[in-house]
């Protein structure tokens, strides 16, 4: 079963517009949900990191929006570029045990110039 | 910048062949991580090493096992390939256990025949 849920599987974007993937998650124990962006034949990078204590936190395009009591946190890539074009995982850590971190299943980005 | 080095990024073996595959970090990071990346599943964890001759098993341990005799060198074992490894596999490590970024490697993709 898996521990954080992502939506969509895909995604296909146009330039300059608003990229959203969605993540849900049930254990309240986690602690820490960063999202890592992958490019083909490149390994994950952090790209942003929100803590459970802040509903949202904004790096240059890169938002992330957090919901605390409906278990949720959302990447939002604003003004979409070709070169974001990428598989995006959220992930969550659990506070009781910093070294498990449960990955999404991925989300392939798309954005067409 | 954090290097996280997979020497074989591609290898191909057959069933019950042991398969070692390396990766080395040059951050002087304490943790190290196995995970394995399938499409629609995201990365499991194999196995994660907290120090040298440290390790503990991740989500996923059966079929594999691991060394860490230098801190910046981490090792996955197959002892005996099964087609079912056939999978992307990624490195990871982290400065240290508070901090939250890991760093992946570029990834080992093994097809086992």
């Known amino acids: 079963q898996q521990q954080v849920k992502q939506s969509p599987q895909s995604l296909i974007v146009q330039k300059g517009g608003i990229s959203i993937i969605n993540c849900a998650y049930e254990?309240?124990?986690?602690?820490?949900f960063p999202w890592y962006q992958q490019f083909p034949g490149k390994g994950p990078a952090l790209l942003i990191a929100?803590?459970?204590?802040?509903s949202e936190k904004k790096e240059g395009r890169f938002t992330i929006s957090f919901n605390k009591s409906a278990k949720q946190f959302s990447l939002h890539i604003m003004d979409s570029q070709p070169g974001d074009s990428a598989t995006y995982f959220c992930?969550?850590?659990?506070?009781?045990?910093?070294?498990?971190?449960?990955f999404g299943s991925g989300t392939k980005l798309n954005v067409k110039p | 910048d954090v290097k996280v080095t997979q020497s074989s990024r591609y290898l191909v073996k057959r069933t019950g062949e042991k398969v070692f595959l390396e990766c080395v970090q040059d951050?002087?990071?304490?943790?190290m991580f196995w995970y394995r990346q399938d499409p629609g599943l995201g990365l499991r964890l194999i196995y994660f090493?907290?120090?040298?001759?440290?390790?503990e098993k991740g989500d996923i341990p059966e079929g594999y096992s691991v060394s860490r005799e230098k801190k910046e060198r981490f090792s996955l074992i197959l002892e005996s390939a099964s087609t079912n490894q056939t999978s992307m596999y990624l490195c990871?490590?982290?400065?240290?256990?508070?901090?939250?970024?890991?760093?992946f490697g570029e990834g080992s993709r093994l097809t086992v025949l």
């Open positions: 990871a490590s982290r400065l240290a256990r508070n901090t939250g970024e890991l760093f």
């Open positions: 929100i803590r459970p204590d802040v």
């Open positions: 992930a969550a850590r659990e506070g009781y045990n910093f070294n498990k971190f449960y």
């Open positions: 090493s907290y120090d040298v001759k440290m390790k």
């Open positions: 254990n309240t124990a986690f602690d820490y």
């Open positions: 951050m002087d990071h304490e943790n």
